[in-house]
């Protein structure tokens, strides 16, 4: 499957890119870039496979009849209308998380994907971490007993507030879509199966240190169809291990530093430590996908799931 790659910044050049070069029955094949120099420095870097594989444009990018699908790695207001592009020129789409900056253009990708008949995955690199995959099952297989209440935080520590997530023009939300979207998409990957639905859902947020019009943090707290509970903790303002507890009836699993890039991390239950192998998450999220387009089945996040997501976090700051 040859697969396009739309913006060359940091996930597409340091995970997205190399994650390609790992997955069987997939190749880097072209790329978009606001610059042509840039586009092909990315191409020779990653070893991009046509013999044009630099675009400035995405109307010449989608009109290759060689490219099968696109990963879309730009600004959160670029996703829905490149998603859409896409779709109507016959390519599948990967598009990073959040899908889009309001529930108006996610459902837009949705339908356009549809009605094309590509598939649509939204980039929720976690659910691929191996150690977060046995957690899983252990769950799953009620190894921690009824589910009663998660947690999960992630933050970081920006130096200013200039990246394009902190502006209402290229972002809805800056702690929130840079990482508060995975702590709440693990968060219902757990516990929607055997919890239901989100009910109920509030949500504060901090936003004094820069003044600007963006979530610095936000913490939200979410009430499922069975009663349990779970909170979510995304920052910009402190750089500290990233942690994910899920507790049940009669016992519990201790994720530290596991919601990261690096597939790394330490998992504990009350029965002491689960063992698992360091993997690239970014590849495991490429393989679903080019294994729902080889065989017609949902991605593991398929386009309504992302929605969800999206739903959520903008009912959240609506609340906040
Ligand atoms: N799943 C994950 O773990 C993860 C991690 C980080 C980011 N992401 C998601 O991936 C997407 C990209 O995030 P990023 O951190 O990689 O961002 P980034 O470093 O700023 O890169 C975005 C790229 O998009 C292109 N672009 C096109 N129009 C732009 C504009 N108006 N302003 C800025 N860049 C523009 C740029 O490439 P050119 O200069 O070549 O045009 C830029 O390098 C976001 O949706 C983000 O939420 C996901």
């Known amino acids: ?40 420095r990315f191409a020779r870097r990653h070893g991009a496979a046509s013999l044009e594989p ?24 670029l996703h829905a209308g490149q998603a859409i592009a896409a779709a109507r020129a016959g390519k599948h789409v990967l598009v990073e998380k959040p899908m889009a900056t309001t529930v108006a253009e996610g459902r837009a990708m949705v339908e356009a994907c549809e009605s094309a008949g590509v598939r649509l995955a939204v980039g ?57 979207t995975h702590c709440l998409d693990l968060i219902r990957w757990v516990m929607v199966p055997q919890c239901g639905e989100v009910v109920s859902l509030a949500c504060t947020v901090g936003r004094e240190v820069w003044n600007g019009p963006h979530d610095e943090t936000a913490v939200l707290s979410l009430r499922f169809e069975s009663g349990a509970t779970a909170e979510c903790c995304a920052s910009v303002l402190f750089a500290a291990p990233s942690r994910a507890e899920i507790y049940g009836s009669d016992g519990y699993v201790r994720c530290e530093d596991t919601l990261s890039r690096f597939g ?57």
């Open 54 to 77: 630099a675009h400035d444009s995405l109307e010449t990018l989608l009109a290759d009849p060689g490219l099968d699908a696109v990963v879309i790695a730009t600004p959160d207001h």
């Open 124 to 180: 929720y690199h976690l659910r691929w971490h191996a150690g977060h995959r046995r957690m899983l099952a252990l769950i799953r297989s009620r190894g921690i007993g009824e589910l009663r209440h998660a947690r999960a935080q992630w933050t970081f520590k920006a130096e200013d507030a200039r990246n394009w997530r902190a502006w209402p023009e290229t972002a809805s939300w800056w702690s929130l879509s840079a990482v508060g």
């Open 1 to 40: 499957m040859n697969i396009g790659v739309l913006g060359t910044g940091s996930i597409a050049d340091s995970n997205l890119a190399p994650a390609l070069q790992r997955v069987e029955g997939a190749q880097l094949w072209s790329v978009l870039s606001r610059d042509r120099g840039r586009a092909r």
């Open 264 to 320: 790394a991390g330490s998992i504990a239950t009350q029965n002491g430590i689960l063992q698992f192998d360091v993997t690239d998450p970014y590849a495991g999220a490429i393989r679903d996908f080019v294994t729902a387009v080889e065989t017609g089945g949902a991605p593991e996040v398929d386009g309504r799931e992302g929605l969800r997501n999206l739903e959520l976090l903008t009912e959240a700051i609506a609340l906040a």
